[in-house]
Nanobody, 123 residues
Framework: QVQLVESGGGLVQAGGSLRLSCAASGRTLSSYYMSWFRQAPGKEREFVAAINWSGGITYYADSVKGRFTISRDNAKSTVYLQMNALKPEDTAVYYC????????????????WGQGTQVTVSS
């Protein structure tokens, strides 16, 4: 079993930055893709970014490309999401997920999820 714990959320003004962290424990996540999704009130869970085991391959939603950067430190079993130039529409609960299938944009494919961390961007 794997536990994922997100941290780093908070309240920030538009144009500001936050860095989210997702710490994994319980078993090795080798061969897992690690991803960030977000969910705003009344909306479906939305893909944000994903990274493969080595960190050599990344994927981004068009809405965050150029502003967000996903990275991972396998020695620390931690995945990060650096969020710059934040906009009010980035406000959501951000979830970390682990997936083995490679269908990184499909939330139903994921094996593990964290509990989420709230990000609120004020205008």
């Amino acid at each position: 079993q794997v536990q994922l714990v997100e941290s780093g959320g908070g309240l920030v003004q538009a144009g500001g930055s936050l860095r989210l962290s997702c710490a994994a424990s319980g078993r090795t996540l080798s061969s897992y893709y690690m991803s960030w999704f977000r969910q705003a009130p009344g909306k479906e869970r939305e893909f944000v970014a994903a990274i493969n085991w080595s960190g050599g391959i990344t994927y981004y939603a068009d809405s965050v490309k150029g502003r967000f950067t996903i990275s991972r430190d396998n020695a620390k079993s931690t995945v990060y999401l650096q969020m710059n130039a934040l906009k009010p529409e980035d406000t959501a609960v951000y979830y970390c997920g682990a997936d083995r299938t490679g269908w990184v944009r499909v939330p139903s494919r994921y094996d593990y999820w964290g509990q989420g961390t709230q990000v609120t961007v004020s205008s």
